[in-house]
């Protein structure tokens, strides 16, 4: 689990296929200080784990399944990556619940900058719109951001400079492919509400809460 404010920027050294799979070492300074094989790193918000590592890089395997729906098989070396890891059980949730699990790439199609703050529209596939609402959380390339606004297949944040300084955000280009990950609250809200919104009786689910509905508290 992570909370979508990145530690540091790294970058990209090498990279071996493996199959269909990569290989991939990363160059990074601060998280190294505690960082371990078997630890999970948010590599551009997708959440890898650390397989071996050196004072001053680590490596992770990057399955085909994350090669498909993320922008990691378009890594290259020299690049610039997010990174973050694993959130600890006590610590301050900055930004918002993160998994490091992404659900699709999208693409930036507008760079507005403004007065005080730089303006990001991103396109992304239509049947993900049930998951964005207007100022709600999203993770962009591992960030916590907040949706300003929402519209079919885009949507708009605004970026502070320290946060558009700090993180990747600011070599972003248009059309470039970014990493999103839907708020996972959403997601769980749906999937048990579902069966309940299809007027089915059949489909509906039931639980051991189920006998205290509709009855008297008292």
């Known amino acids: 689990m992570f909370t979508g404010l990145i530690e540091e920027i790294g970058e990209i050294k090498s990279i071996h296929r493996i199959g ?4 991939i070492t990363v160059k ?93 529209w991103i396109g992304y596939p239509n049947e993900f719109n049930k998951y964005i609402v207007a100022e709600g959380s999203v993770c962009i390339d591992g960030i916590s951001l907040t949706t300003a606004r929402d519209e079919t297949g885009r949507f708009m944040v605004s ?14 280009k248009t059309s470039d492919k970014v990493n999103l990950e839907f708020d996972i609250i959403g997601k769980y809200i749906e999937k048990i509400s579902l069966p309940y919104l299809s007027g089915s009786k059949t489909e509906k689910k039931t639980s051991g809460l189920d ?4 009855q008297p508290m008292f």
């Open 20 to 23: 269909d799979g990569r290989r």
């Open 28 to 120: 990074a300074t601060k998280i190294m200080d505690d960082l371990k094989i078997d630890d999970s790193v948010a590599i551009n918000g997708a959440c890898q784990t650390v397989v071996s590592l050196t004072s001053g890089s680590f490596d992770v395997e990057t399955v085909e399944e994350t090669i498909l729906k993320t922008t990691l098989g378009e890594f290259f070396p020299g690049k610039r990556v997010n990174l973050e890891r694993a959130a600890k059980l006590g610590d301050r949730m900055g930004g918002h619940l993160v998994q490091g699990h992404v659900d699709c790439t999208g693409s930036i199609t507008l760079i507005e900058k403004l007065a005080a703050a730089y303006q990001l």
């Open 159 to 172: 970026i502070i400079p320290h946060t558009w300084k700090m993180t990747t955000l600011s070599e972003l």
């Open 211 to 214: 006998k205290y509905i509709d």
